[in-house]
């Protein structure tokens, strides 16, 4: 749901059953991770936000200076959170670029 948002950068392909990991890594341009991550939070959703401890893992994506955001769905994470958490970004998307 965030792929075709304009604005939102996504840091891996669609994941392949075999290969599944819930952890989707993004940022929106211009916003600092670390500001979404905090108006994510604010809106009840847990993410974080940053480096992750993983600095040569952003350094490959480019993405040392910023870091990305983390958001990691589980078994527990039904359809509604997925597109509440979708419309969320989007409306943070559309704050910052009005």
Known sequence: CLK???GVVLYMDRPSTSHF???LSFNLEGIP???VG???GQAGFAVRAGLHCAPAAHRRLGTLEQGTVRV???AF???EHIR????RVKKIVKKTTN
Request: with cysteine; glycine share 0%; proline share 14%.
């Open 4 to 6: 075709p948002v304009r």
């Open 21 to 23: 990991s819930p952890v």
């Open 33 to 35: 991770s670390e500001q």
């Open 38 to 40: 905090e108006e994510l």
């Open 72 to 74: 990691s769905p589980s």
């Open 77 to 79: 994470s039904h359809s």
């Open 84 to 87: 509440a958490f979708c419309e």
